[in-house]
């Protein structure tokens, strides 16, 4: 990612609320909500609100933040029961990774069965 990718992307506007979203989950490092072309029958995406373009971009004092970032993705299939039958959780990263914001992303996926490889 190059810095211009970085300078505002959907999720900014998101956060901002300036562009609506289904909000699951917020608090003072985090926002999840879900996503607007769901691939599953619950698709949510946890964000950091400090912006990091991608898993390319991490340094090690985002180290914290990220762990959290996945805690919070499971917490929330523990509370909306969807552990017992799994889930998956992704970041893509980078073109070929499938990345299309640049602000990292966990996609949360329940409901079905996923199947490996991804495509
Ligand atoms: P990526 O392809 O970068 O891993 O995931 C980006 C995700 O953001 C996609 O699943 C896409 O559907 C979702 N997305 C893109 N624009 C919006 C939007 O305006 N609102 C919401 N809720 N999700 C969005």
Do not use: C, E, R, S
């Given at each position: 990612m190059t810095a211009s990718e970085t300078s505002v992307t959907i999720f900014d506007r998101i956060l901002s609320r300036e562009v609506a979203a289904d909000i699951v989950f917020e608090d003072d490092d985090i926002l999840a909500f879900r996503d607007?072309?769901?691939?599953?029958?619950t698709h949510v995406l946890f964000i950091p609100k400090r912006r990091i373009a991608s898993l390319d971009d991490l340094v090690e004092s985002d180290v914290e933040l990220m762990g959290r970032l996945l805690f919070r993705a499971a917490a929330f299939a523990r509370e909306q029961d969807l552990a017992k039958d799994g889930y998956r959780c992704v970041i893509n990263s980078g073109r070929d990774g499938g990345q299309s914001v640049a602000h990292i992303h966990l996609h949360l996926l329940a409901g079905r069965r996923m199947s490996w490889p991804p495509g």
């Open positions: 607007i072309a769901p691939q599953a029958p």
